[in-house]
């Protein structure tokens, strides 16, 4: 792809050859200021868009992605080759309407999809980051989208959506920014880490940096990569985005290739290769760095840090309308955690509507075909839009 540069007072526009801008360099004169008491200087931000906005820019729906995710949503992923991984939910026709409203993805600061995160080059050392760069906050992540979207004259939002990690996103977008966006969708969400959360991160972390080859942090330094520790990580939490049901349904005890036991340590069970594939196929698209860092930003999420622990007082004042959806299989962020934080919004008067949705297969049940799910959201963009007199 030929890139053309385009710089201007705090920015730099990288614009491909159909003058699509996708990454924009901020924070050159204005430096983001991070939850740690560090700050960034000059960093990338890596988005996609779909649809038209309008004259009074009052259609733009921002789409936040989860852990592992990025700003492909839609179209065909350069980096996987696979299709986005919200087609279903994204594009004309579909729940969030491309016909209808301007849609934006950003790739989250500290990931690797062209956003700046621990595989990147430091403009001010000129080496990569590795262990260098700061550890980073759902907060963090939520300020540097807010600037993208300030240099892009975008001042409100119509809908801020996001399942899972992104979900945490479109929450705290809530809770700092509560005069920009007017409806919120969190899906299969929550309004802080658990322990038990946090331990599944942890032992996938450990897994990372005890692999040889993870040398500290600095294996781009030596051209070689944690392969092994960053699969172990990917097949723990994978385990966690299912469900029992929904991986006896799939799985059960049927054997892989074979029809009886090897009586050896090879994958003899089709749950085996499945969590073998995962991992390895994940280590070809994923920065082991910017999974310590991310997840580590999960781990810090709590809404209501900063109100002496009340989560409701965090919502005080607001007047964005919540849509808020759960899965009645999800134990990762189980049903309780979407409920609490409706409770938390009815305390203050905010307007939210609460779905949880009956379905076998997990948290991981926001990316597959779900008709109760489009139908909800469908529903609520379309309500809230007609009240509002969006033009489209």
């Known amino acids: 792809m030929i890139m053309l540069f385009f710089m201007t007072k705090d920015t730099i526009e990288k614009i491909d050859a159909d003058g699509y801008a996708e990454v924009v360099t901020l924070g050159q004169n204005r430096p983001l200021l991070l939850d740690s008491g560090e700050q960034i200087a000059s960093f990338d931000m890596a988005y996609k868009s779909w649809g038209k906005l309008n004259s009074d820019k009052s259609n733009v729906v921002l789409i936040c992605h989860a852990l592992t995710g990025d700003q492909y949503v839609r179209g065909l992923n350069p980096i996987t080759g696979k299709q986005g991984w919200w087609e279903n939910m994204v594009g004309p026709g579909k729940p969030v309407d491309t016909d209808a409203y301007y849609v934006i993805c950003i790739n989250v600061l500290g990931s690797c999809a062209g956003t700046t995160g621990p595989a990147s080059v430091n403009a001010i050392t000129g080496k990569t980051y590795g262990i260098d760069f700061p550890v980073i906050t759902i907060g963090d992540m939520v300020r540097a989208q807010a600037m993208l979207l300030d240099h892009l004259k975008i001042e409100k939002l119509f809908s801020i959506i996001g399942g899972s990690m992104g979900g945490m996103q479109a929450l705290q977008w809530a809770v ?217």
């Open 176 to 392: 700092d920014y509560p005069d920009r966006a007017k409806t919120v969708i969190p899906i299969a969400a929550t309004w802080r880490h658990s322990a038990q959360n946090i331990a599944f991160h942890e032992v996938g972390r450990q897994a990372i940096m005890a692999d040889p080859n993870w040398a500290g942090g600095r294996y781009l330094d030596h051209d070689q990569r944690p392969q092994s520790g960053l699969a172990v990580a990917r097949m723990a939490a994978h385990i966690t985005y299912m469900s029992e049901a929904g991986l006896t349904n799939r799985f059960g005890r049927a054997l892989q290739d074979r029809d009886k036991l090897a009586f050896g340590f090879d994958a003899d069970f089709q749950i085996e290769s499945y969590l073998r594939h995962q991992g390895l196929s994940f280590v070809d698209r994923f920065d082991a760095n910017s999974y310590l860092y991310i997840t580590r930003a999960m781990d810090y999420y709590d809404l209501g840090a900063g109100h002496d622990g009340v989560l409701a007082e965090a919502f005080r004042g607001t007047k964005t309308r919540f849509c808020i959806l759960s899965f009645t299989s999800d134990w990762l962020y189980p049903t309780s955690e979407s409920r609490h934080i409706a409770r938390a919004l009815n305390a203050v008067g905010a307007r939210v509507s609460f779905a949880d949705i009956d379905m076998s297969k997990g948290h991981d049940s926001f990316l597959l075909d779900c008709p109760e799910m489009f139908n909800i959201v469908r529903g609520f963009l379309r309500s809230e839009a007609d009240a509002a007199g969006i033009v489209t």
